[in-house]
């Protein structure tokens, strides 16, 4: 050793340099153990993932103003209920949010009169089911259908963001403020589900399989053996500490006809918007819900133009160019398009356009999921004026004009 150090010049380093770098060593090891043993230990004792049914279990309720709060301290929900806990936290928090969706049904049948319709219409007793909610008039309102879309994700129908639900109000996180606001304006509405689209089912448990029998004490098959042991035994040391309790696997089972959103809205507009007495159909579509409209277009464009009076979209993440949209499309989308969009701006504020189809506007709000809510009065502005326009333009189209079917029009439009 002395030898290699004189020829590379390189000095052997002193006793007590080896002992102080040993010992720092030791102390690392050691309070990494001990790093370990205490994160282990909270892991460990992580509580059970079971959690109340009911909105009384949780030991909340929802206000006169909307306002999600405890029943006991009046203290809005808590997401971090249990500190250095973030996977029961969550769990938790979905809980609520199943619950959450269970009550917003509840809302759409109770205090909005709408009734629930199972999807496929054929469905039989064997097949997985979703549903949309119609309000009395839907199918038969000679003049106006308001037709509700929202994005992807947990929200259901009625819904336009769980987390506003939960954290904020039911005015600002649901579609019941469109839907009252719709029937007092004479509209039929739809209240569409797009993210219903599969029946979850828990998984069936895969047989072992069996030893091979033509094991042999070969040392590459030993190595394998050995192999499977310590990753047996490194999944379940995981298991123990890291992942106490094991989560169900499952799987999915799409509903026919209705298995992504945009499945969903092309079923839905061939079996219940094209056959909709109303003249004049209003779409509100929040963000994936443009995607979905742009979709529709693409493979219904004439019918959709004959239709559709206005859409109002809410930060719409839809793109012309990927989806393939027409010329004609995107000149149809100009015409009778807006997008409320998130933006520092004050509201209705023009923003630059991305692409060359809908104008945006500011919808008063840099937060994404509450577009729809802060763009609320706007959007129903807009189709009032869209309507005027499309019935002064059909008035200025007929062939015969006389003082007595204009005054019996005009009639006719001011009843509805």
Not at 67 to 72: A, E, W
Not at 176 to 196: D, H, Q, S
Not at 211 to 225: H, L, M
Request: hydrophobic share 30%; net charge negative; proline share 6%.
């Amino acid at each position: 050793m002395d030898l290699f150090y004189q020829i590379f010049c390189i000095p052997p380093l002193p006793c007590h340099t080896t002992d102080w770098l040993k010992r720092v060593k030791k102390e690392r090891n050691s309070s990494n153990e001990l790093f370990k043993k205490e994160h282990l230990q909270r892991v460990k004792d992580e509580p059970p993932l079971t959690f109340p049914k009911t909105l009384e279990e949780f030991e909340y309720t929802f206000n006169e103003q909307g306002q999600l709060r405890h029943t006991t301290t009046g203290e809005a929900f808590v997401f971090n209920a249990r500190e250095d806990l973030h996977r029961w936290n969550q769990k938790r928090y979905e809980a609520l949010g199943e619950i959450v969706t269970q009550y917003v049904y509840e809302l759409l049948e109770k205090k909005c009169n709408m009734t629930k319709v199972i999807l496929p219409v054929d469905v039989t007793e064997e097949e997985p089911r979703s549903f949309i909610y119609l309000s009395a008039d839907a199918m038969s309102n000679p003049a106006k259908l308001l037709v509700l879309i929202q994005g992807d994700g947990v929200v259901r129908a009625g819904q336009w963001a769980r987390r506003l639900i939960i954290n904020q109000d039911l005015d600002s996180g649901t579609q019941i403020p469109f839907i009252t606001r719709a029937k007092e304006e004479g509209y039929g509405v739809m209240v569409l589900n797009p993210n219903e689209n599969h029946l979850e089912v828990e998984r069936p448990a895969k047989p072992t399989p069996l030893p091979s029998p033509e094991a042999s004490d070969e040392p590459a098959e030993k190595r394998e053996r050995k192999d499977d042991r310590e990753s047996k035994k490194k999944r379940d040391f995981y298991e123990k500490y890291r992942n106490p309790q094991k989560e169900r696997e499952t799987e999915q089972i799409p509903i026919r006809e209705n298995g992504s959103p945009e499945e969903h809205l092309l079923y839905v507009w061939d079996h219940f918007v094209s056959n909709a007495a109303a003249r004049n159909v209003f779409i509100v579509a929040h963000s994936y819900g443009g995607l979905s409209l742009v979709e529709l277009m693409c493979q219904r464009e004439a019918q959709v133009k004959d239709r559709v009076c206005a859409v109002a979209m809410t930060d719409s993440v839809h793109n012309i160019w990927h989806q393939d949209a027409s010329k004609s499309i995107q000149e149809w989308l100009q015409q009778h398009c807006r997008n409320w969009v998130s933006s520092p701006e004050p509201l209705d504020t023009p923003v630059e356009p991305m692409l060359p189809d809908c104008p945006r506007l500011s919808a008063g709000t840099e937060r994404h999921e509450l577009t729809s809510w802060r763009s609320f009065n706007s959007i129903f502005q807009f189709f009032s004026k869209a309507l005027q326009t499309g019935d002064e333009y059909e008035e200025s189209s007929n062939t015969v004009t006389t003082r007595s079917s204009h005054r019996t029009k005009h009639e006719h439009n001011h009843d509805d």
